[in-house]
């Protein structure tokens, strides 16, 4: 059987208006390269699931030093983002969103779509699972 999205816990305004805090603040920290400071609102080890370049899922935890190093490769500086979000609350600490981002480097735009599972810890949230398609040869 497949429920609605909206089946379950229904999210206040108010989590709904520190979640999208919460990705205007990733957001800036991504388009400014500050690695450090993302890293700073994910909780560790970070869950990562993908796919490879074979097409086999793949899956794989990564401690901060490890996903410090990976975005420092992978992101580029002056890199600009243009981000829907759908955030499916499954309770008023639990929330996957799905995101459909335009990325805008040197002029070139790219289309991606990812998930990732935030966590509420201590009053704040956290990343906990990037979900995204194509990263599985570098886990």
């Given amino acids: 059987m497949i429920l609605p999205v909206d089946t379950g816990y229904a999210a206040t305004a ?9 990705f205007a603040a990733y957001d800036d920290h991504c388009s400014a390269c500050r690695v450090e400071e993302m890293a700073d609102m994910a909780v560790f080890p ?7 370049s ?8 990564w401690e901060r030093g490890q996903f410090v190093e990976t975005m420092r490769h992978v992101m580029g500086e002056g890199a600009s983002f243009a981000s829907t979000r759908t955030p499916v609350f499954l309770s008023a600490a639990t929330v996957v969103v799905f995101t459909d981002c335009t990325a805008t480097v ?15 810890q201590d009053g704040r949230w956290v990343f906990q699972t990037m979900i995204q398609g194509g990263w599985g040869d570098h886990l």
């Fill in 14 to 22: 108010e989590e709904l208006a520190a979640l999208d805090a919460w």
């Fill in 46 to 52: 970070l869950n990562l699931v993908s796919d490879d």
């Fill in 54 to 61: 074979r097409g086999d899922g793949r899956s794989a935890q």
């Fill in 106 to 120: 040197d002029d070139e735009e790219y289309q991606m779509r990812y998930a990732d599972v935030l966590i509420k």
